[in-house]
């Protein structure tokens, strides 16, 4: 017979992580100067109250872990005997099926509860850092809805957003939200809800409208491109210098002139940079209207709370946090969009 509890200690045993104060000293040399010194004022100091929950909320997971892992196999045991004994044992295991994800749920449920709270009070402290008007949600207020004639975001029916940052940088207003687009199709006459989109929306908002309306796309290869362009007439491939941007994207613009003074050498090798920071997520960009639209595609969750199981220190959270709106910051900086009178 399985011991369940030594077991349980097994898996909470299995995985070690730096302490806060042997590695924060120079956790954050290669990120920006003077943010390891704001760290250590303003998220330091939770550490230990953090450290804390999460030991108790092993100490919860364990026992509950104890409870459900017995419950399930008494119910397993009992239901089987039941299940064999009625008409329909395909009603009976389906019930016996929900009732273990139930207590499997339940025993979870305070390791749900411990990284909500980190989310709902370090994250919003991690963006005061960029500056006082940067506000951290863990709901998105970006909707993909409002940005269906930016010609990048597919037919989709659901929508489910989290993670919402918003944030002003030299006059240009940001917005990002990590969402999930999801549609029905029929395949035969059975009918499933497939995924269109999942990843990020980063959105710039400036204060004057642009002329034309520039769509940046993944490169598909050949003749799928042709399937990519966005509707209308209007619309014109713009051929551009750079081989490597030209490889990962196909621009489209109906204003030939002012994609070319948009997409400088400056903008395109930031936009490289970002997809390598990103994991190498599929990339799309829009110029509409007085708006930069870009969409990353990635099922990597980018502002999650680390493990319950390692000791916290929040460091890999802040790194995060810091590289990635770095690079977004790098964008607006080159496309020195408050600048662009001319247009």
Request: aromatic share 12%; with cysteine; charged share 25%.
């Amino acid at each position: 017979m399985v011991d369940v509890e030594n077991l349980v200690r097994l898996i909470f045993s299995s995985r070690a992580g730096p302490r806060f104060h042997d590695v924060a000293e120079h956790a954050f040399d290669d990120l920006d100067v003077g943010f390891s010194h704001w760290f250590q004022e303003n998220i330091a100091p939770q550490v230990d109250e953090f450290e804390s929950k999460r030991r108790k909320t092993l100490v919860v997971l364990q026992f509950r872990m104890h409870v459900a892992i017995t419950v399930v196999a008494a119910a397993i045991f009992v239901g089987g005997i039941l299940i064999s004994m009625v008409e329909r044992p395909l009603v009976g295991l389906f019930g016996l099926v929900l009732f273990s994800k139930l207590i499997v749920a339940w025993a979870y449920n305070p390791v749900i509860e411990y990284e909500s709270e980190i989310k709902w009070k370090i994250f919003p402290l991690l963006f005061q850092y960029f500056g006082p008007d940067f506000t951290y949600q863990e709901e998105g207020e970006l909707s993909a809805e409002k940005m269906c004639n930016s010609g990048i975001i597919p037919d989709f029916r659901d929508e489910d957003r989290e993670d919402y940052v918003r944030g002003t940088r030299h006059g240009i207003r940001l917005e990002l939200t990590e969402t999930k687009l999801t549609k029905e199709r029929y395949i035969g006459k059975l009918r499933q809800t497939v995924t269109v989109f999942r990843g990020m929306l980063l959105l710039l908002t400036v204060n004057k409208p642009f002329a034309g309306q520039t769509v940046l796309k993944q490169d598909q290869g050949g003749v799928l491109n042709f399937f990519s362009k966005p509707a209308g007439s209007a619309y014109e491939t713009v051929k551009l210098e750079d081989p490597e941007f030209e490889r990962i994207f196909e621009v489209y613009s109906t204003d030939q002139v002012e994609a070319r003074y948009l997409l400088t050498p400056s903008f395109m090798e930031r936009l490289i940079e970002l997809k390598t920071l990103f994991r190498g997520s599929a990339i799309q960009g829009s110029f509409f209207q007085n708006k930069l639209l870009l969409t990353f595609s990635s099922d990597f969750d980018r502002f999650e709370a680390g493990s319950v199981f390692v000791p916290v220190t929040f460091i890999d959270e802040a790194r995060t946090v810091v590289r990635e709106m770095t690079e977004i910051f790098r964008i607006i900086d080159t496309l020195k969009l408050t600048d662009r009178t001319g247009l």
